[in-house]
């Protein structure tokens, strides 16, 4: 419900509430106001103002653990954690006094509870990972000159045995196995040598991380190791290659191991991690001293705004009253004098629209019972206008049709003395065409009786096409054979030497005569199947062609019987002209009383439509006014000139 929609005596009565709601309200805010300044003080001067000078004690302890952890980190002495750690408890121990004695941001500080206890607990796994990547560093070293000084003494080794296998003149392919231990052990000594070079550079740089690059180099060792074992005899051999092996494997654990520890001890320099902690501490400082600031700027306003509450109220009361009189008086004097306006101009013929309106009191009800008398003059007053417009167009319509009748039925008149010239015309060449169908019938039972005798020496040639082609099959078949024959007479020859040459050419000769022979059948088939599917068409056509012949000797004989049916169906033809003609004079007669009522209506017409220009309205709402359809009355009549001229046509050349 809104302010029109209320009654007038209801209007008064919120008035008068809303005046003395606005001057209670202001009442409880200055109220509010002092008792907010009150409780404010005391909140700062017990809790907050404590609560910051911990809170820089807590930032200030934790950024000492982090200056000697960063030291721990570069120097490696214990003495530096020893104190990082120090630090660190004193400031859990501010900590947790500050979530006891700040009960309203203890999820803050919980908050930043765990993550000094999650910066302590990395800060221990840091110094124990620092102690491992030593060892680490250690056990790697160790392993990387164990593995080199075996495989160098393998190799040594296997030169000498090369080398007393060539002085010995050895086979080959055991100077070739010698070889291929040598190429694979130097193999595992380049990477024993890359190992050392990569730990130097690792220690030079602290970044275990390149590290990670010589791992998958490690795979040789023991893909080279199981290629030598299968080609090894001797048992300290074995026992060598087994101990390289090992060593390779002891330098991946310890790589593995050293990086893994190496991440956890980085992140002793990694700044976000050290800082974040921190930087929480100082967010909730700076925090502390906003919170503090707006504290004290917020009770000067208070005090500076209660000064000016009770001013304002009395103020604003008194704007009230005054606006809300007059909003009842504009919403009372407004809408009736727009309604008594539209009154004149309705009085005066011209129909204006209306606006909707979505009030519930009397003016609105007034402003509705107006609008629903207009709409229903507006549509009474469009109804009648079409109606009048629809009525003239259509009795000028029947006027003109009622003419074209007229000179329509004079037309027939004259047209039936020449259909009845015609049919008697038509009679005469009804009988000669009867004479004609008779001779054609007669040729066409002599085209029948070739078309077959045609059809039958067809089938003969395709009999005859047929046997020709099994007898090339039959050739095709010896020449086969007889190329068989002379490749097995090449063969015997081939086995006989220099005396049967003269019995190779000829088996040669045969052979050649038999592919040009089944070369020739073969193209005689072709050409025997293409004449048998060309004699096989010419036959179905022939077929079709008896086909149509006999059709068309049964129309011939149909035609004979309907040109007798003609002559007598003329003769009726004949009579029914002369009864049209009597019609078409009777219709000529309507037609002229027709033309004499439109003209009578068409006047009456006039008068309605000359009464009606008494009322107007505004152009912009022509086009949205209801419109009556001016043919749904009148269905019997086309509904445009197309249709009628098409009909004229039509009758016209029915009546030529």
Same mark, same amino acid.
């Given at each position: 419900?809104?302010?029109?929609?209320?009654?007038?005596?209801?209007?008064?009565?919120?008035?008068?509430?809303?005046?003395?709601?606005?001057?209670?309200?202001?009442?409880?805010?200055?109220?509010?106001?002092?008792?907010?300044?009150?409780?404010?003080?005391?909140?700062?001067?017990?809790?907050?103002?404590?609560?910051?000078?911990?809170?820089?004690?807590?930032?200030?302890?934790?950024?000492?653990?982090?200056?000697?952890?960063?030291?721990?980190?570069?120097?490696?002495?214990?003495?530096?954690?020893?104190?990082?750690?120090?630090?660190?408890?004193?400031?859990?121990?501010?900590?947790?006094?500050?979530?006891?004695?700040?009960?309203?941001?203890?999820?803050?500080?919980?908050?930043?509870?765990?993550?000094?206890?999650?910066?302590?607990?990395?800060?221990?796994?840091?110094?124990?990972?620092?102690?491992?990547?030593?060892?680490?560093?250690?056990?790697?070293?160790?392993?990387?000159?164990?593995?080199?000084?075996?495989?160098?003494?393998?190799?040594?080794?296997?030169?000498?045995?090369?080398?007393?296998?060539?002085?010995?003149?050895?086979?080959?392919?055991?100077?070739?196995?010698?070889?291929?231990?040598?190429?694979?052990?130097?193999?595992?000594?380049?990477?024993?040598?890359?190992?050392?070079?990569?730990?130097?550079?690792?220690?030079?740089?602290?970044?275990?991380?390149?590290?990670?690059?010589?791992?998958?180099?490690?795979?040789?060792?023991?893909?080279?190791?199981?290629?030598?074992?299968?080609?090894?005899?001797?048992?300290?051999?074995?026992?060598?290659?087994?101990?390289?092996?090992?060593?390779?494997?002891?330098?991946?654990?310890?790589?593995?191991?050293?990086?893994?520890?190496?991440?956890?001890?980085?992140?002793?320099?990694?700044?976000?991690?050290?800082?974040?902690?921190?930087?929480?501490?100082?967010?909730?400082?700076?925090?502390?001293?906003?919170?503090?600031?707006?504290?004290?700027?917020?009770?000067?306003?208070?005090?500076?705004?209660?000064?000016?509450?009770?001013?304002?109220?009395?103020?604003?009361?008194?704007?009230?009253?005054?606006?809300?009189?007059?909003?009842?008086?504009?919403?009372?004097?407004?809408?009736?004098?727009?309604?008594?306006?539209?009154?004149?101009?309705?009085?005066?013929?011209?129909?204006?629209?209306?606006?909707?309106?979505?009030?519930?009191?009397?003016?609105?009800?007034?402003?509705?019972?107006?609008?629903?008398?207009?709409?229903?003059?507006?549509?009474?007053?469009?109804?009648?206008?079409?109606?009048?417009?629809?009525?003239?167009?259509?009795?000028?319509?029947?006027?003109?049709?009622?003419?074209?009748?007229?000179?329509?039925?004079?037309?027939?008149?004259?047209?039936?003395?020449?259909?009845?010239?015609? !049919?008697?015309? @038509? +009679?005469? /060449?009804?009988?000669? %065409? =009867?004479?004609?169908? *008779?001779? $054609? &019938?007669?040729?066409?039972?002599?085209?029948?009786?070739?078309?077959?005798?045609?059809?039958?020496?067809?089938?003969?040639? !395709?009999?005859? @096409? +047929?046997? /020709?082609?099994?007898? %090339? =099959?039959?050739?095709? *078949?010896? $020449? &086969?054979?007889?190329?068989?024959?002379?490749?097995?007479?090449?063969?015997?020859?081939?086995?006989?030497?220099?005396?049967?040459?003269?019995?190779?050419?000829?088996?040669?000769?045969?052979?050649?005569?038999?592919?040009?022979?089944?070369?020739?059948?073969?193209?005689?088939?072709?050409?025997?199947?293409?004449?048998?599917?060309?004699?096989?068409?010419?036959?179905?056509?022939?077929?079709?062609?008896?086909?149509?012949?006999?059709?068309?000797?049964?129309?011939?004989?149909?035609?004979?019987?309907?040109?007798?049916?003609?002559?007598?169906?003329?003769?009726?033809?004949?009579?029914?002209?002369?009864?049209?003609?009597?019609?078409?004079?009777?219709?000529?007669?309507?037609?002229?009383?027709?033309?004499?009522?439109?003209?009578?209506?068409?006047?009456?017409?006039?008068?309605?439509?000359?009464?009606?220009?008494?009322?107007?309205?505004?152009?912009?709402?022509?086009?949205?006014?209801?419109?009556?359809?001016?043919?749904?009355?009148?269905?019997?009549?086309?509904?445009?000139?197309?249709?009628?001229?098409?009909?004229?046509?039509?009758?016209?050349?029915?009546?030529?």
């Amino acid at each position: 419900m809104n302010w029109q929609s209320l009654k007038i005596r209801h209007k008064l009565f919120l008035g008068f509430g809303i005046v003395v709601t606005v001057t209670a309200l202001f009442g409880g805010i200055l109220l509010s106001g002092l008792y907010s300044i009150n409780n404010s003080s005391k909140d700062l001067y017990n809790n907050h103002i404590p609560a910051l000078s911990q809170t820089y004690d807590l930032q200030n302890h934790w950024q000492k653990a982090i200056f000697n952890l960063r030291t721990f980190s570069t120097q490696k002495k214990e003495q530096y954690y020893v104190m990082a750690n120090h630090h660190l408890n004193k400031a859990r121990e501010i900590l947790d006094s500050l979530k006891v004695e700040s009960e309203q941001k203890k999820s803050k500080w919980e908050f930043i509870d765990r993550e000094l206890a999650h910066f302590q607990k990395q800060a221990r796994n840091s110094f124990s990972a620092a102690l491992q990547v030593e060892t680490s560093y250690s056990k790697l070293d160790s392993a990387q000159k164990r593995l080199h000084e075996l495989s160098d003494n393998y190799l040594s080794l296997q030169y000498k045995k090369l080398k007393r296998d060539i002085d010995n003149g050895e086979a080959n392919h055991i100077v070739k196995r010698r070889v291929d231990k040598i190429n694979l052990m130097n193999e595992i000594v380049r990477t024993a040598e890359n190992l050392k070079i990569t730990i130097g550079e690792t220690n030079f740089r602290n970044d275990p991380t390149l590290l990670d690059e010589v791992v998958p180099t490690l795979s040789i060792i023991d893909l080279n190791v199981g290629t030598i074992l299968p080609m090894t005899t001797k048992q300290y051999d074995v026992k060598s290659l087994n101990e390289i092996k090992d060593q390779g494997e002891i330098c991946k654990n310890a790589i593995t191991k050293l990086t893994d520890n190496w991440k956890t001890y980085s992140k002793l320099n990694n700044h976000d991690f050290l800082e974040r902690g921190l930087s929480l501490t100082m967010d909730m400082a700076d925090k502390q001293e906003n919170y503090l600031a707006r504290s004290a700027k917020s009770n000067l306003q208070h005090a500076s705004n209660a000064r000016n509450i009770w001013w304002w109220s009395v103020s604003l009361s008194m704007l009230t009253a005054i606006f809300i009189a007059w909003r009842i008086s504009r919403s009372l004097s407004d809408p009736i004098i727009n309604l008594t306006a539209l009154a004149e101009q309705q009085a005066d013929g011209l129909l204006i629209e209306i606006p909707e309106t979505t009030r519930n009191d009397e003016v609105g009800k007034l402003t509705r019972s107006m609008k629903l008398h207009q709409e229903q003059t507006h549509r009474i007053v469009d109804a009648l206008k079409n109606m009048g417009i629809s009525l003239n167009d259509l009795m000028q319509r029947l006027k003109e049709r009622s003419e074209r009748l007229t000179a329509t039925t004079t037309s027939q008149a004259s047209s039936a003395q020449e259909i009845t010239a015609s !049919i008697e015309e @038509m +009679q005469a /060449l009804t009988e000669n %065409s =009867s004479q004609e169908t *008779e001779q $054609a &019938s007669i040729q066409i039972q002599k085209a029948k009786t070739d078309v077959a005798l045609y059809i039958e020496q067809n089938r003969e040639a !395709i009999d005859h @096409m +047929q046997e /020709l082609m099994k007898r %090339s =099959s039959v050739i095709s *078949e010896l $020449a &086969s054979q007889t190329y068989i024959l002379s490749l097995n007479a090449s063969v015997e020859a081939s086995r006989g030497g220099d005396e049967s040459k003269g019995f190779g050419t000829i088996a040669k000769a045969m052979r050649e005569l038999a592919e040009k022979i089944k070369n020739v059948s073969s193209e005689l088939n072709d050409l025997t199947e293409k004449g048998q599917k060309t004699s096989d068409e010419a036959n179905l056509n022939l077929d079709n062609i008896s086909q149509i012949i006999t059709y068309n000797e049964n129309v011939l004989q149909r035609m004979a019987t309907l040109s007798l049916q003609q002559n007598a169906e003329t003769r009726q033809v004949a009579s029914a002209i002369q009864e049209l003609n009597l019609e078409t004079q009777r219709t000529a007669q309507m037609a002229e009383a027709m033309s004499g009522e439109a003209t009578r209506m068409n006047s009456h017409s006039d008068e309605l439509q000359e009464i009606l220009t008494f009322y107007r309205k505004e152009e912009k709402e022509e086009d949205s006014l209801p419109k009556v359809n001016q043919w749904e009355w009148a269905e019997l009549l086309p509904n445009d000139e197309e249709k009628d001229t098409a009909a004229i046509l039509k009758e016209e050349e029915i009546s030529g």
